[in-house]
Structure formats: structure tokens, C-alpha cells
């Protein structure tokens, strides 16, 4: 209810929506601080759910940018806008049938107006506010969360930081091009690094930024930006890291811990849009992906080849059953899971195939403690190292280096 005696790792949040909204968890603590806590919560859930408290947790790398580096935000549209404490007390003079912006945690129906983000850059702040404008003055109604009814779902801006460009996707109900066309021309006009605007159609209830059907409304469709020196064709619902420096630096820790010379088969588990194994290919003989998405396959492929990468190969399925049919060993084993971790039977063949390095990689702590309890029994965990990729949040990716015992 209030600080008696504030920590002196306390800094006042730099946000007016901080507390409120769901995007940042830490902007009140210290930077250096939040390095402090990350590191303790692996060295804690390595100790408390691994049962592994002798393996060495290194100081976190930390993130380039603390602010401005995500190159993905999505806002919801709302026609019920939520009133921050300092909005109830002037009610009257609040718009409430409308509102952009971010929810409030746990909560899908909770949409706080956002002006600015500070995890965005600039530009995409005065994108957000010239689409909020035209939205409010279009006479097309914010849908609405509960009585799924109206027109604007949701706006994701994506960006390119290799090129400094845009990308525009508006998700809406229904097709209503001549609506967007004059939206299309006033970004535009206004702003001459966006490269591409999107028009995703979302007509179900499903409360996801995700359209049944796309319409490129101008430009290619697409972005293209880099992790290193490799690029990446990056659409509208495509998976790609959202903090591309942070990615950078993981990665070459993954490359660090896998020791590659050249002659290795490396075997990736969930492969995504291939940008560790792009990353990875120039030190191997060949890279092995297993994905089950097949869009994400898909994006793989072109990535490889926009790389000029012809040794990657991807197998679509589900890993439990890839992994049984696999008839090539692999010399290095690459993990990276979904927050949720390895299911078990995963665990149970990676642990069959006795490979001699494995480079597990996770943005949940716990989880990876878990998994890695169950790997130690044939692989000795060496060490991890955390990478900071999202500062102002408790969130931390870590990458371990196990080897097989002998």
C-alpha cells in the first residue's frame, strides 16, 4: 500500500502507465540491479527445483539498449477504455467508449489508452498516436471485448533496425479497403520509413493479433533485418527475436558453448524460422532442425536461402516422433524450448541419443531447472550463462553448457 522504507536499488519509473500496465514489471529498480536479481533467480531455481547448486551462474550479459530496443508491440483496441487512478478523478472529461493501447496483467478486457511506449522507438509512438487519431475519427467503432462487436481489433508495429523502417499491420473485423486506403496515404505521407502496411481480417472471437487472411495494402508485405551479419525476411505473423542486438549476443554464447570446428553434425529441437541454426551453419558440417510448425519451416527455408546457407536441412513433425525416426547422430545437440519446457518424452530421447555436447537455451528459469535436473543424470551441466534481452522486466534467457559423462 505504500513504501515505508524504499531498497536502494529503488528508482522512480520513468513510465506515467507503469504499475498499470503489463508491459514493464522493473522500471522502478536500478539497472544494475535488475542484473543482480536475474542472475539470483536461475542461481535460485538451479538450487531449489534443479537440486544443482554447484553449477557456476555467470554475471548476466547485459542488454545494449534499456529502453527502445523491442522491434515487435502490439496495442489493443478497446470500446470500453480503463481509467487509471489519476483519470477517475477528472471522469467527466475522459473519453470512455475508446481506447489503443496496452492491458492491464491478467486481464483481457482491461485496455489502458497508451500514448507512448518506452520500449519502442520514437517513431513508433507517433505512428501509434496518427493511427489512434484517424481511428477516432474514422466512424468505425473499436471492437469490443466482450460484446465482440466493431471494426478496429488491433495495430502491431514491427521494425527493422538494420534498415530503420516500418511495418504497419492493422487487424480489423472485416475487409473495408476504402476505410484503410485513406489511413494507408495519411502514414505515408507522414512517414516516410514505412516500408509495408498490412491488413490482417480477424472476424473470429479469438482475442489474437492474428488474421484469417492478409491484404498488403502497400508495399511488399514484409521486412528484412539482421541478426550479425544474416538476414531475415520478416512478414506480419512471423516469429522473429524482438530484440535483435539481445539475440545477437545469445547466440554467439549458444555458437560459444556448442564448439564447433567445421566437421560436427548439429541436431537443433525446435528450430523456429532457423535463426540459430543460420547462425550457427558457417562452423558446421551440417544443421539439423526439427519444428513443428510447418509456417515456421516454411520461413526457415527462405531464410537459409536469402543466407545463401544450402547445408540446413528441417524436419517437420512432432520432436518426439522426429527423434525416434532420426538416422543421423548428431555431434552437438541444440535445445531451446518453449516456455514451458521439454515435455518428457523429449527429455527421454534426447537422453537416448547420449550426444556428446548439449546447448540448452531458455527464457524460463524454472523450467530449465527442471529439464536440466533430468538431463544431469547422464550429462554434467558445466555452466550458464544469462543474457539480458528484455531490461525493465523479470524475464531472463539463459544458455547451459552440458556434456556427457563418462
Known amino acids: 500500500m505504500e513504501v515505508l522504507d524504499p531498497s536502494t536499488h ?7 502507465y507503469f504499475g498499470h500496465c503489463g508491459g514493464c514489471q522493473w522500471q522502478h529498480i536500478q539497472y544494475e540491479s535488475q542484473l543482480i536479481y536475474k542472475r539470483a533467480h536461475i542461481q535460485e531455481a538451479m538450487a531449489r527445483i534443479g537440486t544443482l547448486p554447484q553449477v557456476p551462474v555467470h554475471e548476466v550479459i547485459p542488454s545494449e539498449r534499456q529502453f527502445e530496443y523491442r522491434n515487435k508491440m502490439e496495442f489493443s483496441f478497446s470500446d470500453r477504455r480503463w481509467l487509471l487512478p489519476h483519470e477517475m478523478a477528472r471522469e467527466g472529461d475522459v473519453e470512455r467508449g475508446f481506447a489503443l493501447g496496452l492491458h492491464v496483467p491478467g486481464t483481457f478486457h482491461k485496455v489502458i489508452d497508451i500514448e507512448a511506449c518506452m520500449l519502442q522507438q520514437k517513431t513508433g509512438n507517433r ?15 473499436p471492437y469490443g471485448l466482450k460484446s465482440h462487436k466493431g471494426f478496429w481489433r488491433f495495430l502491431t508495429l514491427r521494425h527493422s533496425l538494420h534498415s530503420d523502417e516500418w511495418m504497419v499491420n492493422l487487424i480489423t473485423s472485416r475487409e473495408r479497403r476504402d476505410v484503410l486506403g485513406r489511413l494507408v496515404h495519411s502514414l505515408s505521407q507522414g512517414f516516410p520509413n514505412i516500408r509495408t502496411i498490412v491488413n490482417n481480417i480477424h472476424s473470429g472471437k479469438a482475442g489474437i493479433a492474428v488474421g484469417e487472411r492478409e491484404i498488403t495494402l502497400g508495399g511488399e508485405g514484409a521486412l528484412e533485418d539482421r541478426i550479425g551479419p544474416y538476414r531475415f525476411r520478416i512478414s506480419s505473423n512471423s516469429f522473429f527475436q524482438t530484440n535483435p542486438l539481445g539475440a545477437e549476443k545469445l547466440y554467439q554464447q549458444v555458437a560459444k558453448y556448442a564448439e564447433l570446428s567445421g566437421t560436427e553434425v548439429l541436431l537443433d529441437l525446435y528450430s523456429g524460422t532457423g535463426t540459430i541454426p543460420i547462425f550457427l551453419a558457417k562452423d558446421a558440417r551440417l544443421v539439423l532442425g526439427l519444428e513443428i510448425e510447418k509456417s515456421a519451416i516454411l520461413d526457415a527455408e527462405k531464410n537459409c536461402a536469402a543466407n545463401n546457407i544450402d547445408h540446413c536441412q528441417f524436419v517437420l513433425g512432432d520432436i518426439r516422433e522426429s527423434l525416434s525416426f532420426l538416422k543421423i547422430k548428431p555431434d552437438v545437440l541444440v535445445i531451446d524450448p518453449p516456455r514451458a519446457g521439454m515435455h518428457k518424452d523429449v527429455l527421454a530421447k534426447v537422453m537416448d541419443l547420449a550426444t556428446e555436447r548439449v546447448v540448452y537455451v531458455s527464457c524460463n528459469p524454472a523450467t530449465m531447472a527442471r529439464d536440466l535436473d533430468t538431463l544431469n543424470q547422464i550429462y554434467e551441466v558445466l555452466e ?18 552440458l556434456v556427457r559423462r563418462r
Open 127 to 141: 505512428i501509434l498516436c496518427e493511427v489512434k487519431t484517424f481511428a477516432k475519427e474514422s466512424g468505425m467503432p
Open 10 to 16: 529503488r528508482i522512480p519509473a520513468p513510465c506515467p
Open 384 to 401: 550458464i550463462q544469462p543474457v539480458d534481452m528484455f531490461p525493465q522486466t523479470y524475464h531472463i534467457e539463459a544458455v547451459a553448457k
